[in-house]
Nanobody, 121 residues
């Protein structure tokens, strides 16, 4: 069984930084795309940043130049470095990964449990 374990959320002042981590644990064969989404109260879940297995990245316009997504394939882990945070970044952040659990069969999308990021003075 594959699980995505997130960490790194918390309370930070405006202008501050946080680094989120997402580790894929359990028996797995390979990981393809990984991504971070977020959901603020009353709003739909939105894509924040994504990264392919070849390290090609994409970002939401609202975070370009402030957030950086990366991955360590040896550790099956993705990261989201968030700088210059504003109150509008407050949300629950979710990790998403396209994982092939076994050598045969199709990959499956998994979600993490979410980690709260609160930007407030």
């Amino acid at each position: 069984q594959v699980q995505l374990v997130e960490s790194g959320g918390g309370l930070v002042q405006p202008g501050g930084s946080l680094r989120l981590s997402c580790a894929a644990v359990g028996r797995l064969f390979s990981i393809y795309d990984m991504a971070w989404y977020r959901q603020a109260p009353g709003l739909q879940r939105e894509l924040v940043a994504g990264i392919t297995s070849r390290n090609s990245t994409n970002y939401a316009d609202s975070v370009k130049g402030r957030f950086t997504i990366s991955r360590d394939n040896a550790k099956n882990t993705a990261y989201l470095q968030m700088n210059s945070l504003t109150p509008e970044d407050t949300a629950v952040y979710y990790c998403n990964a396209n994982v092939k659990p076994q050598a045969i069969g199709s990959p499956i999308y998994y979600w993490g449990q979410g980690t709260q990021v609160t930007v407030s003075s």
